[in-house]
């Protein structure tokens, strides 16, 4: 079945660092990826997507690529602040969503000032 | 427009009981989706209503089941609950099939003793 591989941390960066979350997929069709955040206490907040290969998202400074080669979704930001601190989810949504949305099993991403 | 809104937020329930967990989706929202959330599991999908109707079903025994509304509200319930049920039961709304980007709620976490 589908499966979504990502590193779990805790990763600690020092504030203005370079970030990048690594994320590697399995699927059996041509799925849609995703990067959701989960800050403390709260829920899923989608962070960016793309749906199909080559596409860049974006948003508040992340990006991700999707690159179907490598069938990877790599999670970047050139400079990291402390609010950004959360936890970070890869996932993707193949056949038509018909087994929902898989998830990685999330990195916990600290900065530190 | 308003977000996903979950209650109640906290539950705790005693072995054996049931539970019935509630979800309102984002205006004109069709689609409406179930996740357990556990530390060691992680994210994992339970089931998905689209126009009352369950479309789609992931990998979780009889006791968990749901329901859908016309006005797109959704409930979920749980019987016979076993203390491995603890967790936070997070409810996505999406406009149409599941493959769009899903929004999701800030959860109910049941407590199981």
């Known amino acids: 079945g589908d499966s979504v591989t990502q590193m779990e941390g805790p990763v600690t960066l020092s504030e203005e660092a370079f970030l990048t979350i690594n994320c590697t997929y399995t699927a059996t069709g041509y799925p849609s990826l995703f990067w959701y955040v989960q800050y403390p206490g709260e829920g899923l907040q989608l962070l960016l997507k793309a749906t199909k290969a080559d596409d860049k998202g974006s948003n508040k400074g992340f990006e991700a690529t999707y690159r179907k080669e490598t069938t990877s979704f790599h999670l970047e930001k050139g400079s990291v602040q402390v609010s950004d601190s959360a936890v970070y989810f890869c996932a993707l949504s193949d056949l038509g969503g018909a087994d929902g949305l898989t998830f990685g099993k999330g990195t916990h991403l600290i900065i530190q000032p | 427009k308003a977000g996903v809104t979950q209650t109640p937020r906290y539950l705790i329930k005693t072995r054996g009981q049931q539970v019935t967990l509630s979800c309102s989706p984002i205006?004109?929202?069709?689609?409406v989706s179930w996740y357990q959330q556990t530390p060691g599991q992680g994210l994992q999908f339970l089931f998905e209503?689209?126009?009352?109707?369950?479309?789609n079903k992931g990998n979780f025994p009889g006791r968990f089941s749901g329901r859908q509304f016309s006005n797109s509200r959704s409930e979920m319930n749980v019987s016979t609950l076993e203390l491995g049920d603890s967790a936070l039961y997070l409810c996505?709304?999406?406009?149409?099939?599941?493959?769009?980007?899903?929004?999701f709620g800030p959860g109910t976490r049941l407590t199981v003793t």
């Open positions: 996505a709304s999406s406009p149409g099939t599941p493959s769009y980007e899903q929004y």
């Open positions: 205006s004109g929202h069709r689609s």
């Open positions: 209503y689209f126009s009352e109707t369950q479309r």
